[in-house]
């Protein structure tokens, strides 16, 4: 009965073990539970945005890329058991629907559009102004310096689930151990970075 | 590059500290504030995975194309390209007379099947004919999502429903 899978699900909303959290969701997913699917979505879709948009799509593109991928997802259910290999399978297909996308050559947005270069300047008094402190400004200075591949890496790595980090890296096709269990050569290059122009 | 004194350059091969998921997090701050996720798009999403069968093959956009149609006036037409592993989708969408919508489709290959147009309000059905037409007359605006119902189940091969991503009519 759907109440008492919305229970079972509800229950466990807040575990010690978000892997096993996750395996509840997946499970009632499996089951027409409609409200733990929602949960699912609701979790990961921020990663996969950042998957997408990292990836060269505008935001209508990026926004059917998720739909696609989230549809895949619940065609492919019954094939995905564990919290991080569903976290790793959503990653590769957005990535690779991405791919996708931008090679049928629709509405893509130029790479150079995204670059850190032309992100706003300080404009003083100005209240539309995103990036506020001298600390987010240095680290975004700090990484428009990286190599792209590891700006990708990074913006991706910090929406997903901390368990999940290496296997993210792994989908993203950065070698075993570039983010989890060690720090990689991205994140020391980047606090590398930061320790050369302190602020 | 010269190690300063005061922090040692940290190592690719150490464990993850609470300097990375400090800056993990800041990172995730910052692409939050710049590039974020439109907040209704969980939504968006859960309204096209609203299902009634999970067997599903999953048709892509594969191309989309506005064209006006002179000889009506400045009226617009749409045509949007589906693509999945057994089927091509091709609809056609108009604006009626009375502010509802018109779509025409095509299945390929051509096939009779019964169609579903789901929309947030409830679902339509019809049926193509046998070279794969088929036409929902009269549709509210608004998000919608078409599902090309199975075929008859062969033996050992259930019949899955085709899916299109939801889109905007």
């Known amino acids: 009965m759907t109440e008492d899978n919305r229970k079972a699900v509800t229950i466990q909303q807040t575990p010690p073990d978000r892997g096993a959290h996750m395996a509840t969701l997946m499970r009632a997913a499996r089951q027409r539970n409609e409200d733990a699917l929602g949960q699912i979505v609701t979790e990961l879709s921020p990663l996969l945005w950042q998957v997408a948009r990292s990836a060269g799509l505008g935001p209508g593109d990026s926004e059917d890329v998720l739909q696609t991928v989230w549809l895949r997802l619940v065609a492919h259910l019954e094939e995905i058991h564990s919290a991080t290999a569903l976290t790793a399978w959503l990653v590769t297909t957005t990535k690779r629907e991405a791919w996708r996308v931008r090679a049928a050559g629709r509405r893509q947005v130029p790479a150079d559009q995204e670059s850190f270069a032309e992100l706003p300047d300080e404009g003083p008094g100005s209240e539309e102004q995103v990036i506020v402190h001298d600390q987010q400004r240095a680290l975004w200075a700090a990484i428009g310096r990286l190599s792209a591949r590891c700006q990708e890496l990074l913006r991706i790595v910090a929406f997903a689930p901390r368990p999940d980090y290496a296997a993210v890296a792994a989908a993203l096709g950065m070698p075993v151990g570039s983010i989890g269990p060690t720090r990689g050569r991205c994140l020391a290059k980047l606090r590398a970075l930061l320790a050369e122009s302190p602020l | ?169």
Not at chain 2, 25 to 33: G, K, N, S, T, V
Not at chain 2, 71 to 78: C, H, I, K, L, N
Not at chain 2, 104 to 110: E, M, S, T, V, Y
């Open chain 2, 1 to 169: 590059m010269t190690p300063s004194e005061a922090s040692p350059m940290p190592s690719a091969d150490e464990p993850l500290d609470d300097v990375d998921f400090g800056l993990l997090d800041d990172i995730r701050e910052l692409f939050q504030a710049t590039d974020p996720m439109p907040a209704d798009l969980p939504e968006r999403i859960l309204f096209s995975l609203a299902l009634r069968d999970l067997e599903i093959e999953v048709a892509r956009l594969a191309e989309e194309e506005q064209l006006t149609v002179a000889a009506r006036g400045a009226e617009q037409s749409r045509t949007i390209t589906f693509d999945s592993d057994s089927l091509t989708i091709m609809i056609r969408i108009e604006a009626n007379q009375d502010g509802t919508m018109r779509v025409d489709g095509w299945l390929a290959p051509p096939q009779r099947r019964e169609i579903e147009m789901k929309t947030a309000a409830d679902t339509l059905g019809v049926t193509s004919d046998e070279q794969g037409r088929f036409a929902f007359t009269r549709m509210p605006r608004g998000r919608a999502q078409l599902v090309v119902r199975p075929n008859e189940p062969g033996p050992g091969r259930p019949g899955r429903s085709v899916v299109t991503p939801a889109l905007v009519l």
